[in-house]
């Protein structure tokens, strides 16, 4: 479905943000689907069509946070899962997949890889230094220094593990990605910009833009 202010709406592209705990990477990846006129997908809201999918939101959480664990699984939506991870990850890649037949920004969940052999993907992973993420946090969630370092730390931990899982490889491995920014060089702002200049020049959409204009 192409959205009503879609700006470039005869054209599909496909944006993935990977990105650290605190980096900004959700508001950034907001900011350029709101500038595209085009759907945002984050954590929450592949997790809602994965639970529409048939999987219970408890086995989403703890396979978030235990990759791994053994779980026998019946159904007859056709395979038995080893484990509940596998299960709940099958179900993100077929949301995922979804998604990405219109035109739309994608936060985490491992997207890049899986839309690895997909046309029309630019691959973001956006990071900044540890004390300006943990700043973040302890301003989005109230929390002291200490409480703040905590959170980040268990995040950081169970994404990078959750990738690794999936794919084989680290999260932030720039041989998976197009792109990796600091989002602190010039604030979050500016880091959208930037990207969003960055997928019109690679999708060349300014300068279909400017034919249409012309003609």
């Known amino acids: 479905m192409v959205l009503p202010d879609a700006k470039y709406p005869d054209r599909h592209f496909v944006i993935t943000v990977g990105c650290e705990c605190g980096s900004g990477g959700p508001e950034i990846a907001r900011m350029i689907a709101d500038y595209f006129g085009i759907e945002y997908y984050d954590r929450d809201l592949v997790d809602k069509v994965v639970q529409e999918i048939g999987v219970d939101k408890g086995l989403v959480e703890e396979a978030d946070t235990r990759i791994g664990v053994r779980y026998a699984f019946d159904t007859s939506y056709g395979v038995r899962y080893a484990n509940l991870s596998n299960r709940v990850i099958d179900a993100q890649f077929q949301a995922i997949h979804e998604f990405a037949k219109n035109s739309c920004v994608i936060v985490g969940r491992s997207s890049d ?7 029309d993907v630019m691959n973001v992973f956006i990071y900044a230094p540890k004390q300006d993420e943990i700043s973040a946090v302890m301003k989005r969630s109230g929390l002291n220094q200490h409480k703040a370092e905590e959170e ?5 931990k169970s994404q990078h593990a959750r990738h690794e899982y999936i794919t084989g490889k680290k999260r932030g491995d720039r041989h998976t990605r197009d792109i990796l920014l600091n989002s602190s060089l010039f604030g979050w702002n500016a880091t959208a910009q930037f990207i969003e200049e ?13 034919l249409l204009k012309e003609t």
Do not use: H, M, T
């Not at 890889?113 to 046309?119: H, M």
């Not at 980040?152 to 950081?156: A, H, S």
């Open 113 to 119: 890889y899986i839309l690895k052999d997909s046309p």
């Open 152 to 156: 980040w730390e268990n995040v950081e």
């Open 198 to 210: 960055l997928v019109e020049r690679k999708f060349g959409l300014k300068d279909e833009k400017a």
